[in-house]
């Protein structure tokens, strides 16, 4: 059995163990039992005239998914700190990488074991999310679930960035890093859009620049902009949105992704211990 | 095989501007039990982790049965037990075990897992969770992990830190085995009584330099201290047998380089005209040695 393999078992082992684990997934319920209710009290609402009742569907289902991604990728930061970077921190990889193992191994494993949790959480909540929609409002957006490896890839894109910066330096450093480049993007999407809106085609384009130096809220833009597709035509809400992200996004985010972990493996590799 | 365990020239790490270590050129012999000795902050466990891999050297070079330090060559003949380690809490001890050989290159089958665990007194605790052990027992569970895959050279730093006396006797009887089954093991603790009782070899670390390197015999066991009253004599006569101190009651202390020159030295007061009142040998511990090295400048070497 390869390096990676052992330890990414064992890591994922590891998170299966944390009752912290156990109690989050309780927990995610709260915010779907609350999207739920949200649904439901707009069904029931007469002030909201009928020709927009799809669109305000779309902009609840788009705000629920961008929350979670948001939520998600903090979470996989946090795992990222706790586990890989408290690790190094704390002498217990020096347990490992004093035997014969190649680091990138580790690292990757440290990865895999990690992501394989986060993906699993993003994934249950995603579908969490588009069932309650389906369920409590009747409309199943189409192709959802060709949406669902995109909205993992933003958490792991978050999870592969945090275990990069702990190989370059302590883990507190690494998480503040990481999380302020998780706020600086998303708030350069706002920018994007704050320009759009004022038709600023500089503003606008400074935002996608600035939002490319994580993928993430490109990620998940695409992901909301497949789903409320999915939903129904666009409307005039989201023409004010502007322009979903392209597939090349896509490619974009997983080759950002395999940089990452590169650069990761290699900091990895040559780091002090 | 190499007769040689550890070979390094010049190996040396900065932190910066910081030194670490610097041309630290050790040789130990292979099957041999070598003591590594040196205060706080002497650059003693930057040595260890240049020597597993753990660091990379600013300079100089290292070999560990022939292979470079830090190659995963060097690493699969190593056991490695670091000062500060930490180990997941949840799996249970057995499992733990497996998982480190698992990453040793080797699928640790019950039997040889129990054997371990047989050999670090931890058996009967093999289905237990880590997190349910004492100290004691964790330390006794990181030093069956650094011996599942039998390794020839097995680098210990400070491993009875965490032991009561019994644990600490348990470990020397167990190091003792090693070496009788050829394991050469690298000891890097500030217990100067097991130094003596177990080491062959000693090398002491100074502001992280070597300041003296040879076999116990040549280093601690040979060197008699002579304590003396004789009178009248001028304390620069007995210069040439070695250093001498006078003390506050009027007596004088002499460092002889081995016993043989007892005589010779009370010869030599009788020959320069003095009585010879007292005259006291002993030989010197390990800690006088250990005081003298990092109190007072200079170099020793005994070879070896």
């Keep these: 059995m390869a390096d990676w393999a052992i330890v990414a078992s064992f890591q994922l082992r590891e998170i299966l163990q944390r009752r912290l684990v156990w109690l989050l997934v309780p927990a995610s319920a709260l915010p779907v039992a609350l999207f739920a209710f949200v649904l439901r009290a707009e069904a029931n609402d007469p002030a909201t005239p009928e020709v927009m009742r799809v669109e305000v569907l779309q902009q609840l289902l788009t705000m629920m998914l961008i929350a979670t991604c948001l939520l998600i990728s903090t979470i996989a930061s946090f795992a990222a700190i706790v586990t890989a970077g408290m690790d190094a921190e704390s002498g217990r990889v020096q347990m490992v990488i004093s035997r014969p193992v190649r680091r990138q191994g580790v690292f990757l494993g440290q990865f ?63 998480g503040l890093g990481a999380l302020l480049l998780l706020l600086f993007t998303w708030l350069s999407s706002l920018l ?17 620049m600035l939002s490319l130096l994580l993928p993430g809220a490109s990620l998940n833009g695409w992901v909301t902009g497949h789903v409320r597709h999915g939903i129904g035509e666009p409307g005039i809400i989201q023409l004010q949105l502007g322009s979903d992200p392209s597939g090349w996004m896509l490619l974009y985010g997983l080759l950002y992704l395999v940089g990452v972990l590169l650069a990761g493996m290699a900091a990895f590799r040559r780091r002090d211990f | 095989m190499s007769s040689i365990a550890i070979e390094t020239h010049g190996l040396t790490k900065f932190y910066g501007r910081t030194r670490g270590c610097q041309n630290i050129s050790l040789t130990v ?13 002497a650059g003693k466990s930057t040595v260890v982790k240049l020597l597993t891999g753990l660091l990379e050297p600013t300079a100089g070079s290292g070999a560990i049965f022939g292979h470079p330090i830090g190659s995963r060559q060097a690493n699969a003949l190593l056991g490695f037990l670091p000062e500060h380690y930490r180990m997941p809490e949840w799996p249970k001890a057995r499992d733990l075990l497996g998982y480190y050989g698992h990453l040793s290159g080797q699928r640790p089958d019950r039997q040889r897992l129990a054997e371990v665990l047989t050999q670090v007194g931890l058996l009967e605790a093999a289905e237990r969770p880590v997190s349910t052990f004492s100290n004691g027992m964790r330390q006794r569970l990181a030093l069956g992990a650094a011996l599942l895959h039998r390794p020839r050279l097995l680098i210990l730093d400070e491993p009875t830190a965490a032991l009561d006396p019994l644990g600490r006797r348990f470990v020397r009887s167990l190091l003792r085995e090693l070496r009788a089954e050829g394991v050469t093991i690298f000891l890097n603790t500030h217990l100067l009584a097991e130094l003596e009782q177990l080491c062959d070899h000693l090398a002491v670390i100074r502001a992280g330099q070597i300041v003296a390197t040879g076999s116990m015999a040549e280093l601690a066991g040979r060197q008699v201290e002579v304590t003396l009253r004789a009178e009248p004599l001028d304390p620069q006569r007995l210069a040439a047998f070695g250093p001498v101190t006078a003390l506050p009651d009027g007596r004088l202390r002499v460092v002889l380089p081995t016993s043989d020159q007892v005589p010779d030295l009370a010869a030599a007061i009788v020959q ?17 040695l250990f005081v003298e090295l990092v109190t007072t400048p200079g170099e020793v070497s005994a070879g070896g």
Excluded: C
Excluded at chain 1, 192 to 208: D, N, Q, T
Excluded at chain 2, 29 to 41: T, V, Y
Excluded at chain 2, 272 to 278: N, S
């Design chain 1, 112 to 174: 895999l074991g990690l992501g394989a949790g986060v993906a699993a959480y993003a994934a249950l909540f995603y579908v969490a999310i588009l069932l309650t929609f389906g369920w409590t409002r009747g409309l199943w957006p189409s192709g959802w679930w060709i949406a669902l490896p995109v909205f993992t890839l933003a958490p792991l894109v978050q999870l592969a960035l945090t275990l990069w910066l702990s190989a370059r330096s302590g883990p507190v450093g690494a």
């Design chain 1, 192 to 208: 994007e859009f704050a320009g759009h809106m004022l038709r600023l085609p500089k503003l606008e384009l400074s935002g996608v």
């Design chain 2, 272 to 288: 320069a005209g003095a009585r010879l009142y007292e005259l006291v040998p002993r030989h010197r511990s390990l800690e006088d």
């Design chain 2, 29 to 41: 012999p292979a099957g041999s039990i070598f003591g590594f000795l040196g205060p706080n902050g």
